[in-house]
């Protein structure tokens, strides 16, 4: 079960990877976070479990400074998420120099030959207790292995302070918020679980100098640290908004608002439409009116136009023009471009360049590059395929 568990585990890695440009760039650190849980749990199946010495061998100690990052990882993904910016400050590579003594502390064991590691890794297959007899430079392998799990207690309890204080002063009942606090607080719980009950694993296993005894008596620690496994590996396919992190749209105003009945019309109308979008009016506004103005110049004509585009040309983060599209117009961006698209073909149409032109080349002109796709998109927009709306007109 495990093993199946941690291939879910990479999948979903391979999945947030994929679609990092689309969603909040904070998800590289969770990215990081869940790789390196699902690396430790891939290596404990393969002391533990799979009984393949070679297996074993590769898995074994390579990897251990790495899980050094897990606590930082959890304290930069929560904080970017709180600030809607991933990106590191000067003082924020000093997180790292723990995991880099991690790596000075067993380097030694990197020299050794392949014949020697293995003779190790038989040694800790028969009693997973011989990790702590790894070849050290500074400090014990019985500290190496009591220091990760603690390490981690301790970024997780910031990361949890932090969810916690910051909901406390900004007060919002917006849906992403609560959806993203919630979210918060269920993963700051479940790495928090699933790092104390590791810990007091490990240290029934030193107690007894023996995994089997551990095991024995620390059975139901490690069926928590497999249930948080299975939920940490999960919640991304139920709660996949969750990517979008906390978009706060936070664009500059370059220009002072005429403050008229006009524009408070157009920000009453702009409230109505995007519901419960909480903030300011003047952002809001800002918001509606550069979407409207962009698409003024018909970008969607360009076949490959994309999300991407649209950001760099706006100057609007992609993950807040996702949200903004799937949350709060409640349509996806391909069906909002396409959309766009029907309304230019239409607008063809009344002007006369049925009479000269195929419907293919009109669907061209449209920005569309395949038939299927207009046709498509076309009846799902009017109810009807482009040939009965021509003969309607007619």
Not at 101 to 118: E, G, P, R, T, V
Not at 229 to 256: E, R, W
Request: charged share 15%.
């Amino acid at each position: 079960m495990l093993l199946y568990i941690t291939i879910l585990g990479f999948f979903i890695t391979a999945l947030l990877a994929i679609n990092i440009r689309q969603t909040n760039k904070a998800n590289i650190y969770l990215i990081t976070l869940i790789l390196i849980i699902n690396i430790y749990s891939l290596a404990h199946y393969a002391i533990i479990y799979s009984n393949n010495k070679y297996f074993a061998t590769v898995m074994l100690v390579h990897f251990t400074p790495l899980y050094m990052l897990s606590g930082p990882a959890i304290y930069f993904y929560v904080r970017g998420l709180l600030t809607d910016d991933y990106k590191l400050r000067k003082f924020d590579f000093l997180h790292f120099i723990p995991a880099f003594l991690f790596f000075i502390n067993i380097s030694s064991y990197f020299f050794l030959s392949w014949d020697a590691k293995l003779a190790f890794a038989q040694k800790v297959i028969l009693n997973p207790a011989e990790i702590i007899n790894v070849k050290t430079l500074l400090l014990s392998g019985k500290f190496n292995y009591i220091i990760r799990p603690l390490n981690s207690i301790i970024y997780t309890t910031i990361a949890a302070i932090m969810v916690f204080k910051h909901q406390s002063v900004n007060k919002l009942f917006q849906k992403q918020t609560t959806l993203i606090y919630a979210w918060l607080k269920v993963l700051t719980i479940t790495l928090f679980i699933i790092y104390c009950s590791f810990f007091l694993f490990s240290i029934l296993s030193l107690e007894t100098l023996s995994y089997n005894i551990g095991y024995s008596n620390g059975f139901y620690l490690l069926a928590i640290v497999l249930l948080g496994l299975i939920t940490l590996n999960a919640s991304l396919f139920f709660f996949p908004n969750i990517m979008y992190g906390l978009p706060q749209l936070d664009y500059v105003i370059h220009s002072k608002a005429p403050k008229s009945q006009t524009l408070n019309i157009i920000v009453e109308e702009a409230k109505k439409q995007y519901k419960s979008f909480e903030i300011s009016e003047e952002k809001l506004l800002l918001l509606k009116n550069k979407v409207d103005k962009y698409s003024e110049s018909r970008p969607y004509l360009n076949p490959d136009f994309n999300l991407t585009m649209m950001s760099s040309e706006t100057d609007i983060p992609v993950h807040h023009l996702s949200y903004f599209f799937n949350e709060y117009l409640d349509v996806n961006f391909n069906s909002w471009k396409n959309d766009h698209k029907i309304e230019y073909f239409i607008e063809l149409i009344k002007n006369g360049s049925n009479e000269i032109l195929t419907l293919d080349a009109l669907s061209k002109q449209a920005g569309f590059i395949s038939r299927t796709t207009f046709f498509n998109a076309f009846k799902q927009k009017m109810g009807i395929t482009p040939s009965e709306y021509l003969n309607n007109i007619d």
